[in-house]
């Protein structure tokens, strides 16, 4: 009843193909990462699913699925805003991006091309943000933005100490 604003199955083959592929590829993810970014894909489905809900003139659905999708994203994402935009937006260039060139339209390509652009100028503000962290500290990014501007403070204060004890660089040896 309240999920007939549901795009349809092909919808719900492409999460599952998503999901699939995710926990294929995550050997050095924690379980606890896993179901964040399954939940940052949830959120992200029922706000396009709210919008389908609102444009198909079935307010009391899409309102619903609107608060329900706010409240997961306040709960679970509150103080890791960046691994929700990430997750969200990556689900949306996965889904809409993949099936562009064979049902091309100009909404598909603004998707595609605003989701990838979306997803490069996140990771261009995280970087000038917190410009000492790697692909190695990618649970930094889990655990929140306090333990991210920590974790880039100290590999700051570690190329500090480095400098101090070697000036001239560490390949040269006095």
């Known amino acids: 009843m309240y999920f007939s604003a549901f795009p349809g ?3 719900l083959r492409s999460f ?3 999901l699939s592929s995710m926990l294929m590829a995550t050997e050095n993810f924690k379980v606890r990462e896993i179901l964040l970014m399954v939940t940052g894909w949830a959120v992200t489905l029922m706000v396009i ?3 389908a809900g609102l444009y198909a003139r079935k307010y009391r659905e899409g309102a619903l699925l609107l608060v329900v999708a706010a409240a997961l994203a306040f709960v679970f994402f509150r103080r890791r805003k960046l691994v929700l935009i990430l997750s969200g937006l ?3 260039l996965v889904n809409a991006g993949i099936t562009f060139p064979f049902h091309p339209s100009l909404l598909g390509l603004a998707l595609t091309i605003g989701s990838a652009a979306g997803i490069y100028l996140t990771v ?5 943000r917190y410009p000492y962290l790697s692909f190695k500290h990618i649970h930094a990014a889990f655990d929140g933005e306090a333990a991210m501007a920590a974790e880039n403070a100290r590999i700051q204060a570690e190329a500090r100490e480095l400098v101090k004890r070697r000036p001239y660089g560490p390949w040269l040896f006095r």
Do not use: I
């Open 124 to 128: 261009r503000w995280s970087y000038k």
């Open 90 to 92: 990556s689900w949306v």
């Open 49 to 51: 699913m709210s919008c």
């Open 16 to 18: 599952c193909a998503v």
């Open 9 to 11: 199955p092909a919808l």
